[in-house]
């Protein structure tokens, strides 16, 4: 009977000790299994948390370079809106216009007797060759060819077929010719007119 007792009473022990390791073991089972999940949470935290200031910071860059291409893209387009703007007042304005002067007798002779005077041509020891159009011939004899024999004494009218319009001065001791034609001129003052349009439009 008394060894029936203290079997049981081994037994119980057994028993208790068993259950007592078996809880022990949940607990740290559980426990460990506890810091995996708050450890994934952590990390999946920390990523998602990583991953929205990468996002954001693509976001701003994807901003400021919109923002620049933007802005080069206006600014390229006003540049070459202004351009437009300037060589079509070079055409229209300069260009017609001259093209207009340089058909016209009597601005041709003005400009000659000025770029004589100017030039001190008229004291030349030799002839001045001045040159005409070939076209322009019966014209030019009709019209100013004889106020210009009279103004400059030491001139020569001649006709040169290479010449579309203007005219051209050639003296005689000089190893230089002076070619005048609206093309010319426009090449001279587009430079200028292109400046002086862009500070009277654009500049503020």
């Known amino acids: 009977m008394v060894e029936d007792k203290k079997l049981d009473s081994l037994l119980e022990r057994i028993y208790q000790d ?4 078996s809880n022990r073991k949940s607990e740290e089972v559980l426990a460990n299994t506890q810091r995996e999940a708050d450890k994934i949470i952590s990390d999946a ?10 996002a954001e910071k693509k976001a ?8 620049t291409d933007v802005s080069m893209s206006g600014e390229q387009a006003i540049s070459a809106l202004k351009q437009r703007i300037k060589d079509l007042i070079v055409t229209d304005v300069l260009a017609n216009d001259l093209k207009e002067a340089f058909v016209n007798a009597s601005f041709l002779e003005s400009l000659i ?8 041509l008229s004291d030349s020891k030799g002839d001045i060759s001045l040159y005409f159009p070939e076209s322009k011939k019966a ?6 060819a004889s106020s210009i024999k009279k103004s400059i004494k030491n001139v020569v009218i001649q006709f040169d077929s290479k010449l579309s319009n203007g ?14 034609t ?3 001129f426009v090449e001279f003052f587009k430079d200028y ?5 862009e500070d009277i439009l654009f500049k503020k």
């Open 18 to 21: 068993g259950v007592e390791k």
């Open 45 to 54: 935290k920390e990523k998602a948390s990583s991953i929205v200031v990468e």
């Open 60 to 67: 701003e860059e994807l901003r400021r370079n919109t923002l």
């Open 113 to 120: 007797l000025e770029i004589v005077k100017k030039g001190d």
């Open 139 to 144: 014209e030019i004899e009709n019209t100013v």
């Open 167 to 180: 005219f051209k001065i050639v003296p005689a001791e000089g190893n230089y010719k002076l070619q005048f």
């Open 182 to 184: 609206d093309e010319d």
């Open 193 to 197: 007119i292109k400046q002086k349009t």
